[in-house]
């Protein structure tokens, strides 16, 4: 059996699946990853404290919100590729997705009936950095930095920065699917962010079948029942084919 067969022995039987994505999966719908050898990779470029962090925007919120409005701007255009869509076929069958993306890439195909739980909040909406005010963005018509419409105080991308605590109603949520599954399949991370990686640990610990799909090796490697190492909207659309 070849280990393409393998993982789709694994989610072929499995009932309660879970997905697990990162930025590897949006990467063929030209959206830069984080981490790894790509030159596109933003944290090779690009201070992460400096610019997804609340100090850092404290210290500088006008270069902090044009480098998110820069990448904002960067999203239109682009559309889900074939490893989303190849992830939403499986949510149609019942399949949870978590996402560590911010995109929405995964959004614009999930089936109906379908969530997608965000770990990492949305590139797609602004909040207020003091109160619960929240308002979604027109990607072609980007608002500048401004203040909140309740409060003053200025508003700043939707998203979950370094130092942050995640959202316990999408963690609570997350968590719970991990625990119940009995495969998992984890596509385009580096396993280095916590406590998002945690949940994979879940699962290995749960002693449930794993498959990664990642271009590199990861931290997961050695763990996990099957890796293959590619491009997601590759390998993902030949993990679909006869299930």
């Not at 962090?53 to 255009?77: C, H, K, M």
């Not at 700043?156 to 719970?176: H, I, T």
């Not at 271009?215 to 590619?230: C, P, Q, T």
């Amino acid at each position: 059996m070849t280990h393409l067969e393998h993982a789709r022995a694994i989610l072929r039987d499995a009932r309660r699946l879970v997905i697990f994505t990162g930025a590897g999966v949006s990467a063929d719908s030209g959206v830069p990853t984080f981490r790894g050898s790509s030159a596109d990779a933003l944290w090779g470029k690009y201070d992460p404290l400096q610019l997804a962090s609340p100090e850092g925007f404290a210290a500088n919120p006008q270069l902090v919100y044009d480098w998110y409005t820069w990448r904002r701007s960067n999203l239109i255009g682009l559309s889900p590729n074939p490893a989303h869509h190849a992830i939403a076929a499986f949510q149609a069958k019942g399949a949870h997705l978590i996402t560590q993306n911010v995109d929405g890439l995964h959004e614009r195909v999930t089936p109906p009936g379908s969530t997608v739980l965000r770990l990492h909040g949305t590139i797609g909406a602004d909040r207020c950095s003091t109160c619960e005010y929240a308002e979604d963005l027109d990607l072609a018509r980007l608002p500048p930095l401004r203040g909140c419409p309740k409060c003053g105080a200025y508003m700043r991308p939707s998203v979950v920065w370094f130092g942050e605590r995640l959202d316990p109603a999408v963690w609570n949520s997350a968590e719970a699917a991990c625990r119940d599954a009995d495969a998992m399949l984890v596509v385009g991370t580096s396993g280095e962010v916590y406590p998002a990686a945690a949940l994979v640990r879940l699962v290995m610990q749960n002693k449930a079948p794993i498959v990664q799909v990642n271009l590199e090796s990861s931290a997961f490697d050695a763990d996990v029942d099957v890796a293959l190492h590619g491009r997601a909207a590759d390998i993902l659309p030949e993990l679909r084919t006869g299930l």
